[in-house]
């Protein structure tokens, strides 16, 4: 009754561990003032986890811890654990404490054997400290030294009860071992996990030569957790547990602000360049540029003095530099300057986790902004396809959520069908990228030329044309728009079809000239008979109004002659006397 008081008493809160991702993945981490149980095979973490554990809350939290270690001794642990950024010194001095428990193999037990000495010393000094938490390594040493399992489950019993008791947050760690069928609850210590608050799985394999690491939560009474196995990496830092992380959780924000591409006619293609922290995938077969246009916009970036950083893992970072020296691409000047870091992927061995924990760490150190990696497809190689997507689904999270701009190109099959590249990358990335960008090679006229088209860009006007790309010692670009019978065409074929519209056309311009020319002859020879017609016109005009003009004259003569001959006469005076 007294022990279940006790349970009651306890806060139920969360003990952080400080284990990047393990604390979202626990909802705040272990069960405070509560029991857990870390289990796992050889090599699997479990003094570095709960080693770590102590040190964070030692450190961060302000709890002291106690470390009792069964089966290695305590300054062979310290010692192991110097390479890790650990300030392992300074806090023995105070806030952690080690306790060297490991059984004399040459001591003969005699008797019954209980935890209850060593109980009683840890009694002690936890009331000194002030000690907070607390971890047994490798409790199992201990209980396979016991009789039977009734006598395993007594001294579980009683060191169940003196966590309650002493409100200390309790982590053991304990072997197991899931070869030849055998379940880890039939393990010596199988009665445990029925008996602690939380329960903790390691698991270490290899799979076609490659480690891999995983971690799952079997059980966390009265907290919801995630039930999955998730990849982790022991790095510099110690454990790193592998979380997917949606990109600005909860906010919502969002920029349309842009960054170039580094080529202004592909900026022109996109509607004004890349968003800023955008994740932009560049997919191609070997030789189609992906490199230079990584090149192109790592350059750019460090021209706004954006820190860069551009990771190879096809070749020597000095050779990239080198050999973008040939498009005109100088990125040995932003080297020089610390801006542009590059980094060759190819010394850094491991799993698919291991190279995303170690890019991490490298762009968190070099405070990158913007992002190139090439090419991201190496994280499917041998050993990693069953990890790789979520690698890489964890990369891009990572970047949106820290707003770095990230260009990953994607080397696809070059045997395969060049009209596969719509079914997706190797690492089936293309849906979660907000910019795909698609080279290939158009074989015409026995000769290949490069051609650029953008499949998708979110939030963007971009042009669906395929576009010649042209890489020479001016610099990158990309041609103009050339169609032919409504084939895109490229290249000495492109060139042999404009010189030969060219020669038709100047053909045609002289053609026009010499006829222009023979129409202005005609014209003119036209306006001289024009001329002397109207010429002609008026002179029989003006001949035709004389002898208008004469026969009218000499009429009114007629007239007047007879008319005065009569006067004279007298003839019409007699005439008139008459009438």
């Known amino acids: 009754m007294k022990v279940e008081r006790s349970r009651r008493a306890v806060i139920t809160g969360k003990a952080p561990t400080g284990i990047t991702g393990f604390d979202e993945i626990t909802r705040g981490g272990l069960p405070d003032g509560r029991t857990t149980l870390l289990s796992g095979g050889p090599g699997s973490g479990k003094t570095i986890f709960g080693l770590q554990f102590l040190i964070h809350g030692a450190q961060k939290c302000k709890e002291p811890g106690i470390f009792v270690a069964f089966e290695e001794n305590s300054k062979r642990i310290v010692k192991n654990c110097e390479g890790f950024d650990w300030p392992l010194a300074a806090l023995q001095r105070k806030n952690l404490f080690f306790v060297d428990a490991q059984p004399r193999p040459e001591l003969i037990q005699s008797g019954n054997f209980d935890l209850g000495g060593i109980l009683a010393a840890l009694t002690a000094k936890t009331r000194q400290m002030g000690a907070r938490r607390i971890v047994f390594d490798a409790l199992d040493v201990v209980l396979s030294m016991l009789p039977d399992g009734i006598a395993r489950e007594r001294e579980i019993h009683r060191l169940h009860d003196w966590l309650l008791l002493n409100h200390v947050t309790g982590f053991i760690t304990a072997k197991v071992s899931v070869e030849d069928g055998i379940h880890p609850a039939n393990q010596p210590f199988g009665y445990l996990q029925f008996m602690v608050d939380c329960s903790v799985v390691l698991n270490h394999r290899v799979h076609v030569g490659v480690s891999q690491r995983s971690i799952r939560v079997q059980k966390f009474r009265g907290s919801s957790f995630n039930e999955d196995e998730s990849p982790f990496v022991i790095g510099a830092?110690?454990?790193?547990?592998?979380?997917?992380?949606?990109?600005?959780?909860?906010?919502?924000?969002?920029?349309?602000?842009?960054?170039?591409?580094?080529?202004?006619?592909?900026?022109?293609?996109?509607?004004?360049?890349?968003?800023?922290?955008?994740?932009?995938?560049?997919?191609?077969?070997?030789?189609?540029?992906?490199?230079?246009?990584?090149?192109?916009?790592?350059?750019?970036?460090?021209?706004?003095?954006?820190?860069?950083?551009?990771?190879?893992?096809?070749?020597?970072?000095?050779?990239?530099?080198?050999?973008?020296?040939?498009?005109?691409?100088?990125?040995?000047?932003?080297?020089?300057?610390?801006?542009?870091?590059?980094?060759?992927?190819?010394?850094?061995?491991?799993?698919?986790?291991?190279?995303?924990?170690?890019?991490?760490?490298?762009?968190?150190?070099?405070?990158?902004?913007?992002?190139?990696?090439?090419?991201?497809?190496?994280?499917?190689?041998?050993?990693?396809?069953?990890?790789?997507?979520?690698?890489?689904?964890?990369?891009?999270?990572?970047?949106?959520?820290?707003?770095?701009?990230?260009?990953?190109?994607?080397?696809?099959?070059?045997?395969?069908?060049?009209?596969?590249?719509?079914?997706?990358?190797?690492?089936?990335?293309?849906?979660?990228?907000?910019?795909?960008?698609?080279?290939?090679?158009?074989?015409?006229?026995?000769?290949?030329?490069?051609?650029?088209?953008?499949?998708?860009?979110?939030?963007?006007?971009?042009?669906?044309?395929?576009?010649?790309?042209?890489?020479?010692?001016?610099?990158?670009?990309?041609?103009?728009?050339?169609?032919?019978?409504?084939?895109?065409?490229?290249?000495?074929?492109?060139?042999?079809?404009?010189?030969?519209?060219?020669?038709?056309?100047?053909?045609?311009?002289?053609?026009?000239?010499?006829?222009?020319?023979?129409?202005?002859?005609?014209?003119?020879?036209?306006?001289?008979?024009?001329?002397?017609?109207?010429?002609?016109?008026?002179?029989?005009?003006?001949?035709?109004?004389?002898?208008?003009?004469?026969?009218?004259?000499?009429?009114?003569?007629?007239?007047?002659?007879?008319?005065?001959?009569?006067?004279?006469?007298?003839?019409?005076?007699?005439?008139?006397?008459?009438?």
């Open 237 to 579: 830092n110690g454990f790193d547990v592998a979380i997917a992380r949606k990109a600005n959780p909860g906010n919502g924000k969002v920029t349309f602000a842009r960054v170039t591409s580094g080529v202004k006619r592909l900026d022109t293609m996109l509607g004004g360049g890349y968003y800023r922290g955008a994740s932009v995938l560049i997919t191609g077969f070997p030789g189609t540029a992906k490199t230079t246009l990584s090149g192109a916009f790592a350059e750019s970036c460090c021209q706004r003095g954006e820190r860069t950083m551009f990771v190879s893992f096809d070749s020597d970072g000095a050779e990239v530099v080198r050999n973008l020296k040939s498009v005109k691409i100088q990125l040995t000047p932003h080297l020089k300057n610390g801006c542009l870091k590059m980094v060759s992927a190819r010394n850094i061995t491991g799993s698919a986790e291991t190279l995303l924990v170690h890019m991490k760490r490298i762009a968190t150190e070099h405070r990158t902004r913007c992002l190139v990696i090439d090419p991201v497809s190496t994280l499917s190689k041998a050993g990693n396809e069953l990890t790789a997507h979520a690698v890489a689904e964890r990369l891009i999270d990572w970047a949106k959520s820290e707003s770095i701009t990230l260009v990953c190109t994607s080397l696809l099959d070059e045997t395969s069908s060049q009209s596969q590249y719509s079914a997706g990358t190797p690492l089936q990335i293309s849906t979660l990228a907000d910019t795909w960008i698609h080279l290939n090679y158009l074989v015409q006229s026995g000769e290949r030329n490069r051609g650029i088209s953008i499949i998708k860009s979110r939030g963007t006007a971009h042009s669906n044309q395929v576009r010649e790309l042209i890489l020479s010692d001016a610099g990158v670009t990309l041609a103009d728009i050339y169609t032919a019978g409504g084939e895109v065409l490229m290249g000495t074929l492109r060139w042999e079809k404009e010189r030969a519209e060219r020669i038709a056309q100047e053909v045609a311009d002289v053609g026009g000239r010499l006829k222009r020319v023979s129409l202005d002859a005609e014209e003119a020879i036209l306006r001289v008979r024009a001329k002397s017609l109207k010429t002609e016109l008026e002179a029989k005009q003006i001949e035709k109004a004389l002898l208008l003009r004469t026969a009218k004259s000499y009429k009114r003569d007629v007239s007047g002659t007879r008319a005065r001959m009569r006067e004279l006469r007298g003839a019409d005076i007699a005439q008139q006397g008459r009438r």
